[in-house]
């Protein structure tokens, strides 16, 4: 369970990004809804640990995100906003050197742990291709590959569906949806329909205030 309390952030030029933001967000499949400016960057890169917070508390289990980044770190696969720009590397060669940066030095477990996720993704018959060349589709299912890397138990992905067609889309969607129940996936989108179907509860951010939180039958309920 990810636990966050009062959080706010006012960047240095004043512009105020989160307003007082509080949200118990279980496992499983969370959206997080709202329009361009809302402030969902912000607060998943704050969840993430790449910027502090003006103000509020994060916690994941036991872990104080804030007190404490490179525990969650440990624990966190993030598919950031832009995940664009890439080495002429093979995706198996760029599997590979990520699952060594974290921590995954035995070579027979790191080739199992590679050739499973590429199966997953659907990229094993691309592995050796340059990722350079993907496209968009393609780029998203590696994104996620890599961020699933080391089993993290709080994945994060903003914006993921920006650019796909509808059917990469979907693909993309799914693969989430299969990532399972036993981790919390915070999904950051502007489109009602990526967080409609899919996720049992979501929260709507505009104005970096929360307006409403519940399953999407209470949302449509509220409004
Ligand atoms: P979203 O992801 O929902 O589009 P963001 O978190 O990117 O929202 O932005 C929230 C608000 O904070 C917007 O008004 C945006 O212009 C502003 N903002 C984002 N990053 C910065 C920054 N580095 N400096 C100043 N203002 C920023
Ligand atoms: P090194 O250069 O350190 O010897 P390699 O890059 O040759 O390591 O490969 C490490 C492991 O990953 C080997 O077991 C190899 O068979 C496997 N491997 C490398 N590239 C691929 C690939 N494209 N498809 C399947 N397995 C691969």
């Not at 499949?29 to 502090?52: C, D, F, H, V």
């Not at 060594?100 to 291709?129: C, F, P, Y």
Request: hydrophobic content about 40%; proline content about 5%; charged content about 20%.
């Amino acid at each position: 369970m990810l636990e966050i309390a009062n959080l706010s952030h006012t960047y240095p030029n004043g512009t105020v990004a989160l307003d007082d933001v509080t949200l118990s967000i279980p496992r499983g499949m969370y959206g997080l809804l709202g329009p361009n400016g809302a402030g969902k960057s912000t607060l998943m890169r704050t969840i993430a640990t790449l910027q502090e917070p003006t103000a509020g508390t994060i916690t994941f289990g036991a872990i104080d995100v804030i007190a404490e980044p490179e525990k969650l770190r440990r624990t966190l696969g993030y598919l950031p906003q832009d995940f664009g720009v890439y080495p002429r590397v093979s995706a198996y060669s760029m599997l590979d050197q990520v699952a060594v940066l974290k921590g995954i030095t035995g070579k027979s477990e790191r080739k199992s742990v590679v050739e499973t996720l590429l199966n997953q993704v659907n990229l094993w018959a691309v592995r050796d291709k340059n990722i350079a060349g993907f496209s968009g589709g393609m780029r998203q299912r590696f994104g996620i590959a890599q961020a699933l890397i080391g089993n993290p138990e709080l994945i994060i992905v903003d914006e993921p569906t920006a650019g796909l067609d509808p059917e990469e889309r979907n693909r993309f969607l799914n693969l989430l949806v299969a990532i399972g129940d036993n981790v919390v996936v915070i999904l950051s989108t502007h489109i009602v329909d990526d967080v409609a179907d899919l996720c049992p509860r979501m929260a709507v951010l505009a104005n970096g205030r929360v307006q409403i939180e519940g399953s999407p039958g209470e949302l449509i309920a509220s409004t």
